[in-house]
């Protein structure tokens, strides 16, 4: 079982719905949660972490985080062709003297069309 | 302007060579990082160091060597050991007691 899941997709949205992107952890103690935004043969750059259980929202992006069900989401609203890109889930496993230490999942393509 | 900086950009190299990548950061942070990608799948860490003199195993060190002489540089050598090297290769840094990854613009190694 792979410690973070996420669908491959192509996830194909309408400019300007609603994207919703789900990642899955096996850890169960992980403590630090993020999403990163990867364009086409570029590095990838931090969209917004989260810790606790709830919703986070930056702008036009929204993190969830359900501890109990070892689940996260990133909702991207009024999506726009910009947001075409690969989204990676990240997980902080917990404890340890390893900071910054994060398995990654295999990312999600979005694809958002005019 | 502060940052990470990967070198080459690009790299093709014959089977059986030993290639160094660089990465240098001026952020003044403790950890550094390298992972390698490959096609349609996320990021997995090969070495990572905490402090100057001392570097850990990832998930997939075999293969593959680092050395941290300076807080600023970290670089990766690909030994001819690895079976499979062709792969985008990433480096990151973060600062002490932090979770928030920042990444170079990598460096992408083809084996011919």
């Known amino acids: 079982q792979k410690e973070v899941e996420q669908n491959s997709g192509p996830l194909s949205v309408p400019e300007g719905a609603i994207a919703s992107l789900n990642c899955t952890y096996s850890?169960?103690?992980?403590?630090?949660f993020f999403w990163y935004r990867q364009y086409s043969g570029k590095s990838p750059e931090l969209i917004m972490f989260?810790?606790?259980?709830g919703d986070k929202e930056d702008g036009r992006f929204t993190a969830q985080l359900n501890k109990a069900s070892q689940y996260v989401s990133l909702l991207i609203r009024d999506s726009q062709p910009s947001d075409s890109a690969t989204y990676l889930c990240?997980?902080?496993?917990?404890?340890?003297?390893?900071?910054?230490?994060?398995?990654f999942g295999q990312g999600t393509i979005l694809t958002v069309h005019p | 302007d502060g940052g990470i900086t990967q070198s080459p950009k690009y790299l093709f190299r014959k089977e059986g060579q030993n290639v160094t990548l660089s990465c240098e950061q001026n952020?003044?942070?403790?950890?550094m990082y390298w992972y390698r990608q490959d096609p349609g799948q996320g990021l997995r860490l090969i070495y990572y160091?905490?402090?100057?003199?001392?570097?850990q195993k990832g998930d997939i060190a075999e293969g593959y060597s680092v050395s941290r002489e300076k807080k600023e540089s970290f670089p990766l050598t690909v030994t001819s050991a690895q079976k499979n090297p062709t792969a985008f290769y990433l480096c990151?840094?973060?600062?002490?007691?932090?979770?928030?990854?920042?990444f170079g613009a990598g460096s992408r190694l083809t084996v011919l």
């Open positions: 990151a840094s973060i600062p002490r007691d932090s979770n928030v990854l920042t």
């Open positions: 952020l003044n942070h403790d950890a």
């Open positions: 850890d169960r103690g992980s403590q630090s």
């Open positions: 990240a997980v902080k496993g917990a404890g340890g003297t390893s900071y910054g230490k994060l398995t």
């Open positions: 989260i810790y606790s259980n």
């Open positions: 160091s905490q402090i100057v003199n001392d570097f």
